[in-house]
Structure formats: C-alpha cells, structure tokens
C-alpha cells in the first residue's frame, strides 16, 4: 500500500461533492449511496429503532444536504455535515423524541436468542436509562464513528460538554450492564 492511498477516498469523496454543488445530479447520488446506510442506521439508533421515521428523517437530511451543497466549505467531513443536517431535521420535526421516562419496549431477553442477541437487547434496555443528550453522545461517538470535535458539533455543543455526557453515559451503562462483566 502507498503511503497516499489513505487520502485516495478522501479525495474521491471531495470530487463527488465538488460536482453535486454544481448540480451534478449523479455526483449527490453517488454521495447518498455511500452514505445512506450509515445514516438510516444511526437515525435507527436515535429513533429508537422506528426505522420509518429514521428513514424519513435520513431524506430530509438529503434533501436539506443538496439544497445547501453549493454553500458546504468542506471545514467538516461531508459524513459530519450530513449527520448535521440530520439532527437539524430531527430538531425541527414535531413531536419530539420520546421522553426518556417512558418504559422500555418489553422485549423477551431470556428466548432462543444467540449471547449476541441477549447483549443486543440488554444494551437497547440500559440505553433507555439514558438521559437524551447522554443517548446522543454516545450513539454519534460510537454509533457513527465520529470523533468528539465531530459530535459536538453535530449537536452544536461545547467538546467539554459533549465530553462529560459521554463520561456520564459511560457510567451509567457500566452500572446497567455489570451483569454482562466477566468473573475472575
């Protein structure tokens, strides 16, 4: 491997953008192909797994995204900007997300599940424990992938803030899934 190669996707993924400010209409296909799937999967996340409103909501990221392309200066990552644009349309959507308070779906944790699916289902349980910005840190810092710069703004929060939801967050689920920690 080259040591440029790292940067060859980069660059790729910057031409793609580039043309669909300019209207290049296969361009902005190519960018939603390679990122709808990320997308729709964090919304999934945060939505709760109703993926109907994830997937509506991951639509109205892309539509606001080739609406606002021409004016996108590449400070951020394209994959940062669309989560943006993602939980901008998340913010201005009515209602809003379902309060932390309300009872976790009764899901079955003790079927015919592989130890992966018990897992599975135990980390959805402890995430509705959550506060909604503790959810939020977390899922866009593990869920997306996205660095803390990232995330927080995403969210439009100060990196401290975003930082000390994460640890809270952390904390919580730690004490939630001690059941899931190996025995000496």
Known sequence: MTPGAPAEPARQEAELVARAAAGDRTAFAALVQAHQGYLRKLLGRVCRGDQGRADDLAQEAFVRAWRALPKFRGEARF??????????????????????????????????????????????????????????????????DLSHAEAAMVLGWPLGTLKTQVLRAKARLRVQLQAWEPTP
């Open 79 to 144: 994959r940062t900007w669309l989560t943006r644009l993602a939980y901008s349309a998340l913010a201005a959507e009515r209602p809003a997300l379902p309060r932390v308070d309300e009872p976790p779906p009764d899901l079955d944790a003790h079927g015919d599940f592989a130890p992966a699916a018990d897992w599975r289902i135990d980390l959805d349980r402890a995430m509705t424990v959550l506060s909604e910005p503790q959810r939020h840190a977390l899922l866009l810092c593990y869920g997306a």
